[in-house]
């Protein structure tokens, strides 16, 4: 069991306990999980969603990223591949505060330092992240876990007193629609497919409106069909949201970027190349380290 599973699970039990009218043994830790801090409001008149500079990355010595920059726009759908060990998911563990960098800065809009933030304030000023596996609240029902991601910075027994407004109740009625999961949304999350445990992850992303999605190798498992969707919904966020995906199918790729978007080619913890999917597969450099194997 990998410790996110186990913390969701943890949390999902005190959520049955909260309902059952038991006493929490963790309180404290759950509540300052979802404190609101007061930050600066990011600035995005610029155009700028995110932007990596020179961010150096070092374990024992060895560079898992090697001066990296990147800049995605506001509404940007960026693809980024590369191979194993590239660093891309290292990428992310800065972005979202899990690892500090040797070096480089990391700036969320025109003006929020993100080396200056912690993992939990990073997610309330607007970054989401999926990861590889889906982390839902497997005994909750799909519209329970949609509802406490909504809830989320109440913490789990603030949540219990608290009543859905219109509003949140149609948000959630437009992110079941949107992920697929109208129909199953009395269905307990346990029993879903992979591929629908990890849209519901996404839509519990959804449900605190984040500016920037970073999402980690999102169709990994999924059957043809289920990535077909999940590319409809990818491109349905764009323009709302900025998407930063790390994928290695690229007919997935190929589907998001319809055939002008930028594509980001990951190699030792640098860029390799950018360019449209087509410019990156004609890439000598590319087709050598990454697409030729
Ligand atoms: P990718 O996601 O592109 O496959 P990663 O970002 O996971 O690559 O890893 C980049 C490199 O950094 C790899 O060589 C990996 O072994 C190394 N690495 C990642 N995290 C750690 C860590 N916590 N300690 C030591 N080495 C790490
Ligand atoms: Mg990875």
Redesign the pocket.
Known sequence: MTPELQEAGARALELLHARAGLRQGSGDREASFGRIHKHGVPDFAHGVALYLDEITVS??G?K?LNALSLAINVGELRCII??????????M?VITGKTRPDHGSATFGSNIDLLRLRENDIAQIGIGRKFQKPTVYEYLTVFENLELALKADRGVSASMFFKLSGPQRDRIGEILTLIHLRNDAQRIAGLLSHGQKQWLEIGMLLMQDPKLLLLDEPVAGMTDEETERTAELFLSLEGQHSLVV?EHDMKFVGELTQGWKKVTV?HE?SVLAEGTLADVQANEKVVEVYLGR
């Open positions: 374990f024992d060895f898992a590369g191979p194993n060990g590239a660093g891309k998911t290292t990428m563990d790390v990951l913890g």
